[in-house]
């Protein structure tokens, strides 16, 4: 069993071109020893944006902690809000934007 707090996990800058403001900690990963499932902690500051993509075989599930913004699938931009859920499946376009001046994040939980 590992038990941490999420200050003590480095904060990474997500590699996907064309994000902007956003921050991601690799909460529980391999190197924690899961052998399943990532679990994420993403944090987009005012303005930022994670920019539409898609994955060929990572699956999301995602809890929205903090904040509000929008989720954009290519055709709509659905707004999300602390509390909500969502699951995106694979090949599914996505993009998160933040259009508030407060913080949005969200845990994301991926295969590995």
């Known amino acids: 069993?590992?038990?941490?707090?999420?200050?003590?996990?480095?904060?990474?800058?997500?590699?996907?071109?064309?994000?902007?403001?956003?921050?991601?900690?690799?909460?529980?990963?391999?190197?924690?020893?899961?052998?399943?499932?990532?679990?994420?902690?993403?944090?987009?500051?005012?303005?930022?944006?994670?920019?539409?993509?898609?994955?060929e075989n990572t699956e999301h599930e995602i809890f929205i902690i903090e904040g509000q913004g929008l989720l954009d699938d290519g055709i709509n931009k659905n707004p999300v809000r602390q509390g909500d859920t969502i699951f995106i499946d694979t090949k599914e376009a996505h993009s998160f934007i933040n259009n508030t001046d407060h913080p949005l994040q969200f845990i994301c939980v991926i295969p590995l």
Not at 10 to 19: A, D, H, N, V, Y
Not at 32 to 37: C, F, L, S, V
């Open 1 to 55: 069993m590992i038990k941490r707090h999420f200050t003590q996990v480095k904060e990474e800058i997500p590699s996907l071109p064309g994000t902007k403001g956003c921050t991601l900690r690799w909460l529980i990963s391999k190197e924690q020893g899961a052998k399943r499932y990532a679990m994420r902690l993403f944090t987009l500051e005012s303005n930022a944006i994670i920019p539409l993509h898609e994955h």
